[in-house]
């Protein structure tokens, strides 16, 4: 079983938002007015305070025809700014729950952190899991939304825990307005690359409305699948309130469709 993309996509929802007030000052937002010839404009930052906080709920659902498997999987987390050195957070990530039930070839397995008993192959994930569970992630990042350092808990290494950088959805570099676009490559954890192709849909008072749509492309930068997700952005820090992700690929012959949700609480 497959699950080198699966946890690059599962910790797509790790870092998405940080808990503020719905009414906001005008003049304290991390998504600021551009006023510019082309008419208003928003440029987007990602500027949390410390001590900033959020908890999330996250849910994935995964299939694999040739493999005859659907997984659910729901998680919550905490998220938490406890540092920062001029435009670079540090930031906290802690998973209290993980829920998740499979069909796999007739076999059923499943699996809760929070009522788990001692045997069968809900047990052996729950082992697998537990340094997640356990001990915080520890993550430093700019206002662009770019990582530059990860402290996974325990011994495990990037590749089980999901490359990192492919989590955020980019920010552009100048203002953007309703209709405008662009984009980003994104180097995935598995030797593969996201064509990222980003437009602003909406802007209101309180939030900012991206679409994305894009191909995953192979080493050898051949077309291995498509996706396509909406982002709701808080104008307070630039992180997302809510969303949806999905994705349609193939991994070794196996083609996998995804589709991920994710809010704040």
Not at 159 to 164: C, I, K, R, V, W
């Amino acid at each position: 079983m497959k699950f080198k993309f699966i946890l690059p996509l599962f910790a797509l929802l790790i870092i998405c938002c940080s808990k503020m007030p719905e009414q906001t000052p005008v003049d304290n937002l991390s998504i600021e007015n551009i006023k510019e010839d082309g008419g208003d404009k928003v440029l987007i930052r990602v500027k949390p305070k410390v001590g900033d906080a959020q908890k999330m709920l996250m849910t994935m659902n995964v299939n694999m025809d040739e493999q005859n498997m659907n997984m659910n999987m729901t998680s919550g987390l905490d998220m938490k700014v406890v540092d920062r050195t001029d435009s670079v957070y540090t930031y906290e990530i802690k998973y209290n729950s993980i829920n998740m039930s499979m069909k796999l070839d007739g076999l059923e397995i499943s699996f809760d952190s929070e009522h788990q008993d001692k045997d069968g192959m809900g047990y052996l994930i729950y082992e697998q899991l537990q340094p997640v569970l356990n001990e915080p992630t520890i993550m430093t990042m700019n206002d662009f939304g770019e990582i530059s350092q990860v402290q996974l808990p325990g011994s495990l290494k990037m590749e089980q825990a999901g490359d990192l950088n492919s989590i955020l959805l980019p920010l552009p570099k100048e203002a953007v307005g309703v209709g405008d676009t662009w984009t980003s490559l994104r180097e995935l954890g598995n030797d593969s690359q996201m064509e990222m192709n980003m437009q602003v849909k909406k802007i209101t008072v309180d939030d900012v409305y991206i679409s994305t749509t894009g191909d995953i492309r192979d080493n050898n930068k051949g077309k291995i699948g498509e996706f396509d997700g909406e982002y709701r952005l808080d104008r307070k820090t630039g992180f997302t309130r809510d969303g949806t992700m999905n994705l349609n690929y193939t991994d070794d012959g196996q083609n996998m469709m995804m589709k991920i949700n994710f809010k704040s609480l």
